[in-house]
């Protein structure tokens, strides 16, 4: 569970110290949570030996999800279509995936829209928290077709520097594009090497033998 914030609150119950938590942090029951540090007791006769509690509590990953939640319905309101989106948190990792109609406006060619927008979420959230967040954003399970496209596109250039002998540089791709032809190449041709050049959006992939190196 993500720790955004935390803060050690003094009370005579656990009740009352996630109030105070709740009116600090300006948040809903739901976004905190907590660890007794200190357990109260009730003491004796007129409350005498008693002793508060003492808590730490800290903001979760509920916080960020309804935040991306408002930040995306906000979007969504642009098109026509009813998008549902489905948002988890996988330890620093947030996965969101939207399904609906007409989602082909919110991919965009390539997937240029995707990518954008996924982006905007990730400065939006990571300026909440200095945690850093990743963010994975997939419509319509464009993600996993593109993967396999970029896996044909990844082999057939391999094959092409084996039967060359000469280095190649793909297109510029998303992170996510480049990362899935270094895991190709890296499990299925261990006589080659890749590596990213560039600066995004323009950054990209360089297929090359093991014993050469990259020259521009």
Known sequence: MLKLQSKEFTAKTIEEALEKAKKEFEVQ???????????GTKGFIFGIGSKPYILEIYINENFLINKIREFLDEILTYFDEEIDANIKAFGKTIVIYLDGEGLGKLIGKHGRTLGALQHL??????????????????????????????????????????????NLELAPMFSFERKTVHEH???????????????????????????????K
Do not use: C
Request: glycine content about 2%; hydrophobic content about 30%.
């Open 121 to 166: 979420i990730m400065i939006y959230v990571n300026r909440m928290t200095d945690t850093k967040i990743d963010i994975k954003l997939d419509i319509g399970e464009y993600r996993k077709k593109r993967r396999r496209k970029i896996e044909e596109i990844a082999e057939q250039a391999a094959k092409k520097v084996l039967r060359t002998h000469e």
């Open 29 to 39: 029951d739901s976004e905190l949570s907590y660890k007794i540090k200190e357990e």
């Open 185 to 215: 190449i890296r499990k299925y041709f261990p006589e080659l090497s890749t590596k990213s050049v560039g600066l995004e959006p323009y950054r990209k992939v360089i297929i090359l033998e093991n014993h050469k190196e990259y020259t």
